[in-house]
């Protein structure tokens, strides 16, 4: 039972991480049996993953004929944007609130430091990733509510899936470090309504910037699919089953 257990784990964790990095695009065709071959496992902790991924979003049936990951539009990105400014805006204005300043004055430090990071892409987005995870990290703790910080996960595990669609842009990269650095300074300065207007204001351009690229040309890259996919070609070099990293949330 444990070695089932866990098996189930590591599905749920490979097939996540596989849709979060589009090498499971939106619209590719999950099916148990290819899936358990793939992953050299058996069909009962890929039924078993592919229930948690339904109940996480990521995976939908698809009338009655099987399972898909779950699209990706301009209407459910419109909609997920809804619940997060909901979300974060009522969590930036407690941090102002019930903030240990210093922790933020040492996010002020480091974003300041951001253009000079980007200078350098490649290294320098990943740099600004990983920040953008202690930004998060930060404001999480700063709450005091476990209950938010329980929603706000839930809804970055699809902001991690639409950081895709905007290609490591570097300016718009740069443009939310300013709006993330607003936010750290109201904070900072104990100012829950500029802390949440910052917000809303980072959210909004974000959006902008999100259906922009979902208008342009969303990713394209290959599906590892079980068996057939509907918007791209079935890759079908496959790994084995291993825990993959989690990915850092859009911004």
Known sequence: MRVMAR?????????????????????AVLAEVE???????????????LARLVADGLVEPQGGRGLIVAPVSAANVTELFELRRALETEAAALAARRRTAAAFVALQNELREVPALLADPDPGRHAYYDLA?????????AVQNPFLVQALTNVRTHLV???????????????AAREHLLIVDAIVDGDPQLAADATRVHLA???????????ADPPTTPARASGRTDTAPTDTASPALTTPPKGAPAR
């Open 161 to 175: 899936r639409l950081r895709r669609l905007s290609r490591d842009n570097p300016a718009r990269l740069l443009e």
């Open 7 to 27: 098996a189930g784990e590591l599905a749920y964790e490979a097939l996540r991480s596989e849709i979060l990095s589009w090498q499971l695009a939106p619209g």
């Open 35 to 49: 899936l358990s071959g793939r992953l050299g496992i058996s069909r009962t902790p890929v039924r078993e993953a």
């Open 205 to 215: 351009r974000s959006l902008r910037a999100t259906l922009g690229s979902l208008d």
């Open 133 to 141: 995870v202690r930004f998060d990290a930060a404001i999480d703790e």
